[in-house]
């Protein structure tokens, strides 16, 4: 059963920064692509980063570009989401995803088949 598990959400000033980690367990995390998305209040969910299996190709939604970093620990089975100079609209649930198919990862939701609970994330003004 493959599980992915959020972590490091919370509240910080427009500006600020903040370190999201997800634990992946069930099989062979190396082995497989990771990506991360956001729902805000009222808005469909959106696709924010992915990560190839070895962490050598990143993908990012235009919206955080220069912004957000994605990461992985293959030895910790952990990706990360640095996200820096966070504004008011990158306030939203933080979702951890990964797929079934060891393939290059995608910025589409349909590619992607375990999710996790989500973190919150909110930035004030």
């Known amino acids: 059963q493959v599980q992915v598990v959020e972590s490091g959400g919370g509240l910080v000033q427009s500006g600020g920064s903040l370190r999201l980690s997800c634990a992946a367990s069930?099989?062979?995390?190396?082995?497989?692509?990771m990506g991360w998305f956001r729902q805000a209040p009222g808005k469909e969910r959106e696709f924010v980063a992915a990560?190839?299996?070895?962490?050598?190709?990143?993908y990012y939604a235009n919206s955080v570009k220069g912004r957000f970093t994605i990461s992985r620990d293959n030895a910790k089975n952990t990706v990360y989401l640095q996200m820096n100079s966070l504004k008011p609209e990158d306030t939203a649930v933080y979702y951890c995803?990964?797929?079934?198919?060891?393939?290059?990862?995608?910025?589409?939701?349909?590619?992607?088949?375990?999710w996790g609970q989500g973190t919150q994330v909110t930035v004030s003004s």
């Open positions: 990560i190839s299996w070895s962490g050598g190709t990143t």
């Open positions: 995803t990964a797929p079934s198919l060891k393939t290059t990862a995608q910025a589409t939701e349909g590619f992607f088949d375990y």
């Open positions: 069930g099989r062979t995390f190396s082995n497989y692509s």
